[in-house]
């Protein structure tokens, strides 16, 4: 299967043919919106094909075997340090999701009606997926590591399943004790291989563990499982005020009204002189809750004298597949078939060659 990968430069495409059948594109844009945001020469393989747009912009489009993109994603997003069956698991992650979209986009194209939405809302015109982190990172030669190759190599064509669909391969970084399920967190749909499992895996402060998934492992805080938070009443109030819009007022009570089956809130009332709001789901709950984004929705309040103390528990949304979790198992000896049964409950891995 072939997949076309758009490549983000701005706007017009500098590049160069080499003479081993690779092309080089100058100043391609990676982590865009992110703090890491810059731009890159890249080297690629495959086929290009340059999209001239109505505003007079070009867009590069690589067009590449699907399990060659994949062995760079694997690359660009994992660390070489994590163990082979971690890789692996994450290879049909990876696999599962793209193919999931591609399938579901062409479905629609054939429909003759227009592309989903959020696509169009990306810029995702004339191609599958961009090479950024918005779609998966992928960085085409540059960084492709032979534990990569190996990890797609082992799960060639490998993806999960459930009842004969490609399941939605959730992921986040550590579900803090038990995992999320997929209506507290998007839309009301139960996907049965997403429910809520326990998760005695991500408890941990192991460095070795950590530094395979943590990027920036050295900077951040390891203090994920169990955290804290405490805002003195007037700073509460102003980070409400810059993430929602909305004056409060003094804040007199914060409840939570739901949650999910993990522990985490969709639904908080906040209570002030001036307004009273019930917000939701978890996402929102997070962000009009720091100056940044807060861990998780996962959390008791309690007060202090006049401070506002959140207790919580993990990090991200917490559905599908927990990734500290995961690296722990993979560590424990764990083979990715039973990481991936863990967290995809009644799921079968299957091999798609569409
Ligand atoms: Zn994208
Ligand atoms: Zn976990």
């Given at each position: 299967m072939k997949i076309r990968v758009g490549i983000l430069t701005a706007p017009h495409i500098d590049y160069e043919r080499r003479e081993n059948g690779t092309f080089l594109i100058r100043n391609v844009r990676i982590g865009i919106g992110f703090h890491w945001d810059r731009?890159?020469?890249?080297?690629f393989e495959g086929e290009l094909e340059i999209l001239h747009n109505a505003d007079g912009?070009?867009?590069?489009?690589?067009?590449?075997?699907?399990?060659?993109?994949?062995?760079?994603?694997?690359?660009?997003?994992?660390?070489?340090?994590?163990?082979?069956?971690?890789?692996?698991?994450?290879?049909?992650?990876?696999?599962?999701?793209?193919?999931?979209?591609?399938?579901r986009e062409r479905r629609i194209a054939s429909a003759g009606t227009l592309r989903s939405k959020a696509f169009e809302d990306g810029g995702h015109v004339g191609f599958d997926?961009?090479?950024?982190?918005?779609?998966?990172?992928?960085?085409?030669?540059?960084?492709?590591?032979?534990?990569?190759?190996?990890?797609?190599?082992?799960?060639?064509?490998?993806?999960?399943?459930y009842e004969g669909e490609i399941c939605d391969t959730r992921f986040s970084k550590c579900c803090g004790g038990h995992s999320e399920e997929f209506e507290y967190c998007w839309d009301d749909i139960h996907y049965p291989y997403l429910e809520s499992v326990e998760c005695p895996y991500c408890d941990t402060h192991d460095a070795k563990v950590l530094r395979t998934v943590l990027n920036?492992?050295?900077?951040?805080?390891?203090?994920?499982?169990?955290?804290?938070?405490?805002?003195?009443?007037?700073?509460?109030?102003?980070?409400?005020?810059?993430?929602?819009?909305?004056?409060?007022g003094e804040i007199q009570e914060m409840i939570p009204l739901k949650r999910g089956k993990s522990g985490r809130i969709y639904l908080l009332k906040i209570v002030g002189s001036k307004h009273t709001e019930e917000i939701g789901k978890e996402l929102k709950i997070r962000r009009w809750l720091s100056h940044k984004c807060l861990y998780s929705s996962w959390f008791d309040v309690s007060r202090e004298g006049t401070d506002w103390v959140l207790t919580g528990h993990g990090w991200g949304h917490g559905v599908g597949l927990c990734q500290i979790g995961a690296a722990v198992m993979a560590e424990?000896?764990?083979?990715?078939?039973?990481?991936?049964?863990?967290?995809?409950?009644?799921?079968?891995?299957?091999?798609?060659?569409a």
């Open positions: 731009n890159e020469d890249q080297i912009t070009e867009t590069a489009v690589n067009i590449i075997d699907l399990e060659d993109y994949l062995t760079s994603v694997i690359s660009s997003e994992m660390s070489a340090l994590s163990s082979p069956e971690l890789l692996k698991a994450h290879t049909v992650i990876s696999r599962s999701w793209v193919m999931r979209l591609i399938e997926v961009c090479a950024d982190d918005h779609c998966q990172r992928y960085e085409g030669l540059l960084r492709r590591n032979d534990k990569a190759v190996e990890a797609v190599r082992a799960t060639a064509h490998q993806v999960l399943t920036n492992y050295d900077q951040e805080t390891q203090d994920f499982h169990d955290w804290q938070v405490r805002y003195a009443a007037q700073e509460l109030h102003d980070i409400l005020l810059e993430k929602s819009g909305i004056d409060f424990q000896g764990f083979t990715y078939e039973q990481i991936l049964a863990h967290y995809f409950k009644g799921s079968v891995l299957q091999v798609r060659e």
